[in-house]
């Protein structure tokens, strides 16, 4: 029995998220169809992250058991030309037998982008926030330090759900400036639902002047969710990387 590991890039306008659903279109619903035609047996799909509906990936992992011996080569070939144009398999690869695409992985990255311009551009509009007013990057990053580190982050979960331990360890959280374009960076070992677009609410805040960075630790401090700003849309968010 072989454990195959496959990296997986899937624009996610179309799909209402990473998981099955009854009744809607999802990215793990299409791939896993697609594996189960190539292969001709029912397969276990488990990925390292459940993104939400409107949300993009680069560097989705997956994996699965399988007793057939095709190569790595002609899976990719054969996954890619059953699958709509907007998924795509970047690699496969055998891995460990006790591989597992979410308990193994060791860190997360998300980007989240933000058009900070006047006038949106219709070839951004499915991949970015857009925001026509001044945002102040210097305040952003002020706030942004209070990220780093292991802390509790219930004040930017989704609203009413619940986690039996919602502490998270943040290694990295950075903003950047590229032209028009604003780019989020956050690497953890591990996130709650919503908690990127949730920050990045609450981060354009301060950027707005109606929050200091104090303001937005004590918001991180409080734990309730009703401090925080709002959730930012999905399309600006992308899954880059898991780190194994």
């Not at 035609?37 to 990936?57: F, N, P, Q, S, W």
Request: glycine share 8%; with cysteine; charged share 20%.
């Amino acid at each position: 029995m072989r454990n195959v590991s496959l990296v997986v890039a899937y624009e996610g306008t179309n799909y209402h998220g990473w998981q099955c659903q009854p009744g809607v279109v999802t990215v793990q619903e299409t791939l896993q169809g697609a594996i189960q035609k190539v292969l001709d047996h029912e397969i276990k799909l488990y990925a390292g992250a459940r993104t939400d509906g409107g949300v993009h990936a680069m560097g989705q992992v997956v994996n699965f058991t399988t007793e057939k011996g095709l190569g790595a080569h002609n899976l990719v070939k054969g996954l890619n030309s059953l699958l709509p144009r907007d998924i795509r398999v970047m690699s496969a690869a055998d891995v460990a037998e006790t591989f597992h695409a979410r308990y193994s992985a060791r860190s997360k990255i998300y980007v989240y982008c933000i058009l900070n311009q006047p006038s949106n551009s219709p070839f951004l509009t499915r991949y970015a926030l857009h925001w026509p007013h001044n945002l102040d990057l210097d305040m952003m990053k002020a706030a942004t330090e209070a990220l780093v580190g292991e802390h509790d982050f219930s004040a930017f979960k989704k609203k009413d759900e619940f986690y039996q331990n919602p502490v998270r360890n943040v290694f990295r959280a950075r903003l950047a400036r590229r032209r028009t374009m604003i780019l989020f960076i956050v690497e953890a070992n591990g996130f709650l639902r919503y908690m990127v677009r949730t920050i990045v609410g609450t981060l354009m805040l301060a950027g707005q002047g109606k929050l200091t960075p104090a303001e937005f630790t004590s918001i991180l401090d409080s734990r309730e969710r009703e401090r925080a700003g709002p959730t930012a849309p999905p399309q600006g968010l992308f899954l880059k990387e898991i780190k194994y």
